[in-house]
């Protein structure tokens, strides 16, 4: 054999080692990047599930903040109907009492329509001061009831 044969025989016997080598190279880490996107998926998997359970968890909580909120606004709704017939029983005797002012005799009369016109005004004017003063309850009541459980939701949501 000449020296350029035995010179490619020896670049031929390398370059069929370099392939080889390089494709067993390829074989392990092929396998390697298989169990690298298994493992991957996994995780992925189960990290999906644990975010829709603790979204579940925070939505139960949130949800029942909520029913908890309406039926403290139906209580308080029930607490204000009946201050409100209360008032209406106030101002039933307030009339009442404005009605019985006027005086039996004549020359009484005349200070009797007058103080009963007072007695009228007077009671018109609690009337109104009792329903205004009614409807700020309410609307107070529902603020915090509102307030209160907005808190408690976002403190079970950051547990």
Same mark, same amino acid.
């Given at each position: ?14 370059? &069929? ?7 067993? #190279? @390829?074989?392990?880490?092929?396998? #390697?990047?298989?169990? &690298?996107?298994?493992? #991957? ?24 903040? +909520?029913?908890?909120?309406?039926? #403290? ?20 005797? +307030? ?17 009797? !329509? ?9 009671? @018109? ?11 700020? $309850? $309410? !609307? ?20």
């Amino acid at each position: 054999m000449t020296p350029w044969q035995i010179l490619v025989s020896i670049l031929l016997a390398m370059a &069929i080692a370099v392939g080889g080598t390089w494709q067993v #190279q @390829d074989w392990r880490y092929g396998k #390697q990047l298989a169990d &690298i996107e298994r493992d #991957q998926a996994l995780a992925i998997t189960e990290a999906g599930n644990a975010a829709r359970e603790e979204e579940q968890r925070r939505q139960a909580s949130v949800n029942k903040e +909520a029913s908890d909120a309406r039926e #403290q606004n139906k209580a308080a709704a029930v607490d204000a109907g009946t201050a409100d017939a209360a008032g209406d029983r106030l101002h039933v005797e +307030a009339d009442k009492f404005a009605a019985s002012t006027c005086p039996g005799d004549s020359g009484a009369t005349q200070r009797g !329509a007058s103080a009963t016109r007072a007695a009228m005004v007077l009671s @018109d004017l609690l009337q109104r001061a009792d329903k205004r003063a009614g409807e700020l $309850a $309410a !609307a107070y009541d529902r603020a915090r009831i509102a307030g209160l459980a907005c808190e408690r939701s976002f403190d079970s949501i950051r547990q």
